[in-house]
C-alpha cells in the first residue's frame, strides 16, 4: 500500500510540473509575440510621417510651427515641431557661461500720445514729439553715463522708433547705417480700425466681444496680442541663436586658421627656431584656442561681411569676457507682449505691465538660465530733463 500510494503522488506530481512547464511555454511564447507585434508597432511608428498641421495666424505660440533651427527629429522620421527652440541645443557650447543682454527701448512721445481719442496702432505717419526728441537725448547721455555699449541695434521699421534709434545711435558713436530694421518688432496692427475714434469702434457690444475673444481677438485685418508676443518671443530668441550660429562659424574659422598657420610654423621652425608668428592688431575678435597650445590662446582675425546683422562682437578669453549687449527700439505694446511670453502668463496681463515712454526693460540670456528680467520700465534718464 505504501509504494503504491508514494508511485501515485509521484504521478500527480510530475504532472502537475509537466502542465507548469506548458503554462510557462504558452506565457514565453504570448510574451515574444506581445514583443513582436510591440516592436512592429513602434517600426510602424517611427517610419509614417506626422501630420502637417497648418499654420493660422492667430495660432498661439505653441501650435505647431517651423522652428527656426530647423525641424528636430526623434527616431529616424518622427519630426518635432519646436517654435520656441525648446528642445534644440545651444548651437555654440565652447562657453556656456556667456551672457547675453538684450536692451528694449520703448520710442519716445510721438504725435498719436497727443491724440488718444485716436485708434493708433502702426500709423506710419506718427513721429517723434520734440519732448520725444529729448528724451532720446537724454536716453542716450544716461546710456553713455553707464558704460552701455551695443554691439548691434535693431528697430521697429516706424519713423517714430526709427527716430529714437538713430537718435540715441548718434551720441553714442554708434553707426546710423548699422541700425537694422526688422518688422519683427514692429507696433501691433489694430488694420482698419486705425486712425478711427474711439468711440466709433469701442462700442459695448465691441468691448464685449473683445473680452471674450481675448487673446485671440483681432480687428479686421490686424493682429492679436497672441501674435504679437509669439512674434517678438520668436525674435528674442533668433538673436541668441543667430549669435551663436555666428560665434560658432567664427570659432570653427579661426581654429582652422590656426591649424594651418601652426602647421606652416612647425614646418619653417627648423631652419628658423625662433620663428614666431605675428598677431595682426586689426580684429575685431579674439576666441580662445582649443588645441591647448598656450602660447597662442587667441586667434585674431578681420571681420568684414556680417550675414546674421549682429553687429561687431568681441569674444575673449573667460576671465576678460565682454557679453554682447544689443539695443532694440520697439513699441510699447510689443514690449509688454514680450515680457507675458518670457513669464508665461497669459498676453491679457499686458495691462498689468507698465511700459512708459522712452523706457528701458533689460533682459538677459544665459545658456543655464534661459531669458530673464533684469530690468523693467526704467525711466531714470527722464530726471535729467
Not at 578681420?302 to 549687449?325: R, Y
Request: net charge negative; with cysteine; charged share 20%.
Amino acid at each position: 500500500m505504501g509504494s503504491s500510494q508514494s508511485t501515485q503522488i509521484l504521478n500527480e506530481e510530475a504532472e502537475s510540473e509537466g502542465e507548469e512547464e506548458e503554462e510557462e511555454d504558452v506565457n514565453g511564447v504570448l510574451n515574444n509575440r506581445r514583443t513582436e507585434l510591440d516592436n512592429l508597432l513602434v517600426k510602424k511608428v517611427l517610419e509614417q510621417e506626422p501630420e502637417m498641421l497648418p499654420c493660422h495666424a492667430s495660432a498661439s505660440p505653441l501650435s505647431p510651427q517651423l522652428s527656426s533651427l530647423g525641424t528636430p527629429r526623434i527616431g529616424p522620421s518622427i519630426k518635432v515641431w519646436d517654435p520656441y527652440n525648446v528642445l534644440a541645443p545651444p548651437l555654440f557650447s565652447h562657453d556656456r557661461s556667456a551672457v547675453t543682454q538684450v536692451y528694449f527701448i520703448s520710442h519716445g512721445e510721438c504725435d498719436l500720445n497727443l491724440r488718444p481719442d485716436l485708434i493708433g496702432g502702426r500709423c506710419h505717419v506718427a513721429t517723434l514729439t520734440p519732448n520725444g526728441k529729448r528724451q532720446a537725448r537724454a536716453l542716450a547721455v544716461f546710456l553713455n553715463s553707464e558704460g552701455v555699449r551695443f554691439t548691434s541695434v535693431f528697430s521697429s521699421p516706424l519713423d517714430r522708433a526709427r527716430s529714437m534709434a538713430v537718435s540715441v545711435c548718434q551720441e553714442m558713436n554708434f553707426p546710423e547705417e548699422h541700425v537694422q530694421s526688422s518688422d519683427a518688432i514692429a507696433e501691433m496692427s489694430f488694420g482698419d480700425w486705425e486712425g478711427i475714434h474711439r468711440s466709433e469702434i469701442y462700442t459695448p457690444e465691441t468691448l464685449s466681444l473683445i473680452e471674450r475673444c481675448q487673446p485671440d481677438f483681432s480687428a479686421p485685418s490686424g493682429e492679436s496680442l497672441r501674435q504679437v508676443e509669439f512674434r517678438m518671443v520668436r525674435f528674442l530668441n533668433g538673436l541668441v541663436s543667430g549669435l551663436s550660429e555666428k560665434l560658432r562659424s567664427e570659432h570653427l574659422s579661426s581654429t582652422t586658421h590656426h591649424n594651418h598657420s601652426r602647421g606652416f610654423s612647425l614646418a619653417t621652425s627648423i631652419h628658423r627656431p625662433s620663428l614666431t608668428r605675428k598677431k595682426s592688431g586689426k580684429s575685431r575678435f579674439q576666441v580662445m584656442n582649443t588645441t591647448g597650445d598656450h602660447e597662442s590662446n587667441e586667434e585674431i582675425f578681420n571681420h568684414h561681411n556680417d550675414e546674421q546683422h549682429l553687429g561687431h562682437i568681441n569674444i575673449k578669453s573667460p576671465s576678460s569676457q565682454h557679453s554682447p549687449c544689443i539695443g532694440v527700439f520697439s513699441h510699447s505694446l510689443p514690449i509688454k507682449c514680450l515680457l507675458t511670453g518670457i513669464l508665461g502668463c497669459s498676453p491679457v496681463m499686458t495691462h498689468k505691465i507698465c511700459v512708459e515712454d522712452s523706457s528701458v526693460t533689460v533682459l538677459q540670456h544665459s545658456w543655464k538660465t534661459g531669458w530673464q528680467v533684469k530690468r523693467l520700465n526704467d525711466t531714470a534718464h527722464l530726471r535729467l530733463l
